[in-house]
């Protein structure tokens, strides 16, 4: 079993910043692959970006190419996305996902457990 707690969410204005982070415990962290997603509402959840068990390789949706960075931490359990240049468009709800097998997939079927989700709210 694995558990996940986004924070840092919050409201900011256009071209601003946020660091989001995702606390995970339970099975071992390092071990897995970490994804980024967000919903929208009215809108099906969509892949941000994702992080091998490593840190090695990373894979981001083309809408955040070049403002969001994924990394992680895996002495504290913890990944994080750290998103530049926002736009009224990134408002959401972000989710952060585990999967265990490392596939490092935009699917989410592909993940395996999922956070509760954080909200960003960028204003124009």
């Known amino acids: 079993q694995v558990q996940l707690v986004e924070s840092g969410g919050g409201l900011v204005q256009a071209g601003g910043s946020l660091r989001l982070s995702c606390a995970a415990s339970g099975r071992t962290f390092s071990s897995y692959a970490m994804g980024w997603f967000r919903q929208a509402p009215g809108k099906e959840r969509e892949f941000v970006g994702g992080?091998?068990?490593?840190?090695?390789?990373?894979s981001y949706a083309d809408f955040v190419k070049g403002r969001f960075t994924i990394s992680r931490d895996n002495a504290k359990n913890t990944v994080y996305l750290r998103m530049n240049s926002l736009k009224p468009e990134d408002t959401a709800i972000y989710y952060c996902?585990?999967?265990?097998?490392?596939?490092?997939?935009?699917?989410?079927?592909?993940?395996?457990?999922w956070g509760q989700g954080t909200q960003v709210t960028v204003s124009s």
């Open positions: 992080i091998s068990w490593s840190g090695s390789s990373t």
């Open positions: 996902a585990a999967d265990l097998y490392g596939t490092l997939t935009g699917a989410t079927r592909g993940y395996n457990y």
